[in-house]
């Protein structure tokens, strides 16, 4: 499987962007799906994760603010981002364990005004 990841982009404080992330090659539906982020000169970070049933599990630091989602007939996870914040400005990556770790290539967010 390969997984797209787009929607990144440059936004205010307070801004919503919505990412997304395309699953290719197989499906992914029974599969767990997760966000990660990597700020600057910081290790990657768990954002969010969502099960094969719908159920979700976030960070601290988000909860309240972004909403991941899936849409199986699209295979497709997304990341509803709402109230951002400079220190949410990182490349956001999108994972899936299916045989093997996969890794999204990377969508860089940029919070600023």
């Known amino acids: 499987v390969q997984l797209q990841a787009c929607g990144g982009g440059l936004v205010q404080p307070g801004g919503s962007l919505r990412l997304s992330c395309a699953a290719s090659g197989s499906s992914v539906s029974n599969n767990l799906m997760r966000w990660y982020r990597q700020a600057p000169g910081k290790e990657r970070e768990l954002v969010a994760s969502i099960g094969s049933d719908g159920s979700r599990a976030y960070q601290d630091s988000v909860k309240g603010r972004f909403t991941i989602s899936r849409d199986n007939d699209k295979n497709t996870v997304y990341l509803q981002m709402n109230s951002l914040k400079p220190e949410d400005t990182a490349v956001y990556y999108c994972?899936?364990?299916?045989?093997?770790?996969?890794w999204g290539q990377g969508t860089l967010v940029t919070v600023s005004s």
């Open positions: 994972y899936v364990f299916h045989r093997s770790a996969v």
